[in-house]
């Protein structure tokens, strides 16, 4: 076989450049001791995804497996599930940012309705 020794697909200045790159976060799993399933485990992973993307999770679905769990641990979630994997779910990590960043809103919303309405009963 004939190797070529020159590079026909490097037509830019840039084509050894380190892209540039941001962290985001995904939830780590584990199996517990004697579990059945798959749970989270703090803390979660640090991935890196290009600037002005979303980030990709994986997590385990509803028939996920104890026995699935190389798919769910470390930098493995660190990016979208197979097409044809029904075990895993792939969800943004700006969803699962606005999934802690929610619930927090809802707290506080609550807690200010409810320190309203104590103040408003003390005036009567």
């Known amino acids: 076989a004939v190797v070529s020794t020159q590079s026909t697909g490097c037509t830019t200045d840039d084509f050894n450049v380190i892209p540039t790159v ?5 939830d780590d799993y584990e199996v517990k ?13 640090t991935c890196k995804k290009l600037p002005d993307t979303d980030g ?22 660190c990016m ?8 895993c779910v792939t969800v943004s990590s700006a969803g699962s940012l606005a999934a ?11 807690l200010i309705y409810t320190l309203e309405t104590l103040s408003i009963m003390r005036q009567v």
Not at 22 to 26: A, F, G, K, W
Not at 34 to 45: E, H, N, R
């Open 80 to 87: 979208k599930c197979a097409d044809d994997n029904a075990k």
């Open 100 to 110: 802690v960043i929610l619930p927090v809103m809802a707290l506080l919303y609550a």
């Open 33 to 45: 001791t004697d579990a059945t399933a798959i749970t989270v485990k703090p803390p979660q992973v």
């Open 22 to 26: 941001v962290d985001y976060i995904c």
């Open 56 to 77: 990709a999770c994986k997590t385990p679905s509803d028939t996920a497996v104890v026995g699935d769990i190389a798919l769910f641990r470390g930098q493995a979630v």
